[in-house]
């Protein structure tokens, strides 16, 4: 006669379905998660100038990446990776890395470089005004 699993064998089990399934859900990367990749409202990023010409720069706390391809032209991006939705570490000219698995973006157009990311980084309005940059 076969004996019943011991309670903590059942209950290791459960925990470990459980934490798989986490997993599976924080790298699904559902439009619920690019919606909340932009900001809602405007966003004063500072001093235009802050942004070379023919680079970028990661505002991370402001979850953006705004670069300048040309003088005077702005392009903004989520800075949130829309592999499993980590903030981006950095950028290097005009790529942006995600640490968590890799990722690595085109911030002059949002396009994926390096996956895991499939899709691009959702595009953010931006405009200079006074000398300052505002998103959203």
Not at 44 to 59: F, N, R, T
Not at 65 to 80: L, N, R, W, Y
Not at 110 to 119: C, F, H, L, S, W
């Amino acid at each position: 006669m076969r004996q019943p699993p011991a309670r903590r064998t059942v209950l290791r089990g459960a925990a470990l379905a459980g934490a798989a399934g986490f997993g599976v859900a924080a790298c699904s990367g559902g439009s619920e998660e690019d919606a909340s990749a932009v900001p809602t409202a405007p966003v004063d990023l500072g001093s235009a100038a802050e942004v070379p010409v023919g680079g970028a720069k990661l505002y991370r706390e402001d979850r953006l990446v705004v670069s300048q391809p040309a003088k005077g032209d702005f392009k903004c991006f989520s800075a949130k990776c829309t592999h499993a939705g980590c903030i981006l570490a950095d950028v290097d000219r005009t790529e942006g890395n995600c640490v968590c698995h890799g990722s690595r973006f085109d911030v002059t157009t949002g396009k994926v470089i390096e996956g895991p990311a499939t899709r691009p980084l959702p595009e953010v309005p931006v405009k200079a005004e006074g000398g300052k940059l505002i998103a959203g």
